[in-house]
């Protein structure tokens, strides 16, 4: 008989959105007359960019032409993608990245899980607590995460994030070898300044370990000293690894594009402790099991860097945020501690009368109708907060603020 991953089969419950979704499912079956607003999963709402679609809509028509027809794509992205993304994020703000370093994808969420198959069983894992659950579900899937119970998963070293830290980590007090950051930070819309993020990657550098920088929220930073890439920081080039993702920034959830910097700089050790480039390894792992992007979807993302793609993004963006600050002051009127919600498209919120946080899920879906996410999905350090997005329309925002606040 086969035998299974074992680590995998000990995952706790299924996927939180996966979860969440079940329970609203089962409320709608119940209750098929009451209208849900959803303000928990971070799934855009806005159609996408004109310049978007009308580059979609040329690169559709090249495809039907047998003189401009392209079949599989570049395995890493096409270079007029890669050469954009190089000129627009990174060497505008003085980072040098060779195109050999970006690696064009369907999400940060595949690449921020798929990452670990570049390290061994036994290396040391550290996230921030809460966290974006799949960088903990996908080390838990390969057995780095040891034991769960009571929430906390054995081997892994927890970084709290919580009001009472101010929402900075502290620098894990023990040797990791790997730490995930996400900033603008998923779940709780906070974020890091140059100098709060400095000391990760001298940690990094100083125990040879890698930082996966999960960076899909940077273009929602308005926040100056607010780094959009972790190479902003001196050293960088030399730890990180940085995911990046069209689908927050230019609505891109049901189109799927996204990029990964592994810089050459980046090394681990084999068995006998030669030196092993990172970047090889990834575009090996890529070119076997990945077959690329679309040209028609690598061609929309390009014209996302256009002069016309850029105006338009950035006004979806300024739409999003303009819900981000109804729901922070909204709420902050009506008495509650919120966090977030400034260069970031959530907003994290302390639940009323320190309920749990699937308690106030429960109490928004039955006496508002409102669809949140909360906090202990997110690991031990989200109970008793919930997170609200910021990516359904103002109309749909303002009525969930109306009914939460009645509550
Ligand atoms: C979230 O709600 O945390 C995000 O939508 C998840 C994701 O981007 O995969």
Redesign the pocket.
Known sequence: MLKINTPMSKLPGSY??ADIAKRVNEFSAKNPDKKLIRL????VTQPLAPAVVNAMTKAVQEMGNKNTFHGYPPAFGYDFLINAIIANDYKSRGVDISPDEVFVSD???SDSGNIQELFSSEERIAVTDPV?P?YVDSNAMAGRAGVYSNGMWGQLCYLPVTAENDFVPELPDRHVDVIYLCYPN??TGTTLTNDQLKPFVDYAIKHGSLIIYDA?YKAFINTPNVPRSIYEIEGAKSCAIECC?F??TAGF?GVRCAYTIVPKEVFGVDDNIKKVSLRDLWARRQSTKFNGVSYIVQRGAEAVFSPDGKKQCQTTINYYMKNATLIREELKKAGYTVFGGVDAP?VWLKTPNNISGWDFFDLLLKKAQVVG?PGEGFGPSGAGYF?L?AFNTYEATQEALAKILAI
């Open positions: 939180l959105f928990g999963i971070g799934d999400g940060a969420k974006y799949v998923n779940p899909a993702s689908s927050k959830t959530y996410t997170r997005t």
